[in-house]
C-alpha cells in the first residue's frame, strides 16, 4: 500500500519561497508519475505540477510556470516542489499524487497525501 506524506508547508510572506516534500513508501514510487495539486478554502482542487517517472518530463499549470519547479528523487522515494516568488494567491492546501502516467486531472491518482497548508500573505 502506498503512503504519501506532505510536510515543508508554513506561512511566508508574498515574493517568499517554500520547498515542499512529498515522502512516498511502497516499491512502486520510482516507477510512478508524481503530480502536486493544491486546494483553497471554497475552491476545487485543481493541478500544480507533475512529473514522469524518471523525472524527463514535466507539466505545469500557467499561474505556476516559471515560478515553480517539481523534482524527484527515486533514490529517497521522495518528490519536491520548490516555490519561489510566492504569491497570496499561492495560499492552499498543497497535496501530492501518485499514478500510473502523468496527468492534469485527479481522478487519474489513486493515492494521495494528507496535504500540508501553504499561506503566503501580502
Known amino acids: 500500500q502506498v503512503r504519501l506524506a506532505e510536510s515543508g508547508g508554513g506561512l511566508v510572506q508574498a515574493g517568499g519561497s517554500l520547498r515542499l516534500s512529498c515522502a512516498a513508501s511502497?516499491?512502486?514510487?520510482?516507477?510512478?508519475?508524481m503530480s502536486w495539486f493544491r486546494q483553497a478554502p471554497g475552491k476545487e482542487r485543481e493541478f500544480v505540477a507533475s512529473?514522469?517517472?524518471?523525472?524527463?518530463?514535466?507539466d505545469y499549470t500557467e499561474a505556476v510556470k516559471g515560478r515553480f519547479t517539481i523534482s524527484r528523487d527515486n533514490a529517497k522515494n521522495t518528490l519536491y516542489l520548490q516555490m519561489n516568488s510566492l504569491k497570496p494567491e499561492d495560499t492552499a492546501v498543497y497535496y501530492c499524487a501518485q499514478g500510473s502516467s502523468a496527468s492534469a486531472y485527479a481522478r487519474s491518482y489513486a493515492a494521495w497525501g494528507q496535504g500540508t497548508q501553504v499561506t503566503v500573505s501580502s
Open positions: 511502497g516499491r512502486t514510487f520510482s516507477s510512478a508519475a
Open positions: 512529473i514522469s517517472w524518471r523525472g524527463g518530463s514535466t
